[in-house]
């Protein structure tokens, strides 16, 4: 697939955004099968609640696990587009952000091949960037919190994002704990959204968001497990 059209030109290599790129109905039936998800599936954190689909990574190695054929179906959406090279996707982890819920600034660090897609579902959000110094761990840590943030990007519902290249060796993303984002100008992809907005503004996060992020474990262990 030719990624041109969808490249963000406004900040570090690489981002691309792909505005709809699973349908409403789609959209519905992931949120629907989510909904199913048993309680002790989820793994509660403070400020928000995650699944591993495919296995847990792990430096020693994941051991697999079958995706469930409903999440399969968009892990191969993904796969189809070739941004994993010679390597498919074989991890889903799911977060859900409830209104005010966000994350700290991290990068997803050496146990993923380097290359991130998200699909957003249920509600927007914006992602921050920031610049990572020396050799941090791609642990989150506290102490990246006060970073100054140097662009953003705004995630529709039904949106792919995919980061790659310096984005995701150099720099840190991030969500802030917050109601209701305001748009600026650090916010780079405005021209490839599906709806158009003005710098000024205001977004409330009035349900909450559900993403899709999938990527590829290249150290896995050889036998496979079946989850229901």
């Known amino acids: 697939m030719d ?12 981002v691309m955004y792909i505005p709809n790129f699973i349908t409403s109905e789609e959209e519905q039936r992931i949120l629907s099968q989510i909904e199913r998800t048993p309680k002790p599936r989820w793994t509660q954190l403070l400020n928000r609640r995650l699944v591993n689909y495919g296995g847990v990574p792990h430096p020693n190695g994941m051991i697999a696990e079958e995706i469930p054929e409903w999440l399969q179906s968009y892990v191969d959406k993904v796969n189809n587009l070739g941004i994993f090279e010679s390597q498919n996707a074989n ?14 600034p991290h990068t997803d660090g050496p146990l993923f091949y380097p290359i991130i897609s998200t699909i ?27 970073r100054e943030v140097l662009f953003k990007l705004l995630l529709e519902p039904r949106s792919l994002l995919i980061l790659k290249d310096s984005l995701y060796t150099d720099y840190l993303h991030s969500i802030g704990e917050t109601n209701e984002d305001t ?38 262990s050889k036998m496979k497990l079946k989850f229901c």
């Open 3 to 14: 990624f041109t059209d969808f490249e963000v030109r406004k900040c570090p290599p690489t």
């Open 91 to 104: 991890h889903v982890l799911v977060n859900e952000y409830l209104p005010g819920q966000g994350i700290l």
């Open 120 to 146: 957003s579902c249920g509600a927007h959000t914006v992602l921050e960037f920031a610049k990572r110094e020396g050799n941090e761990e791609g642990d989150r840590n506290e102490d990246h919190a006060g």
């Open 183 to 220: 748009l600026c100008d650090r916010i780079c992809n405005y021209d490839l959204c599906e709806n158009t907005y003005k710098i000024g503004d205001h977004l409330r996060r009035r349900s909450p968001r559900i993403s899709l992020t999938i990527r590829n474990v290249p150290k896995t």
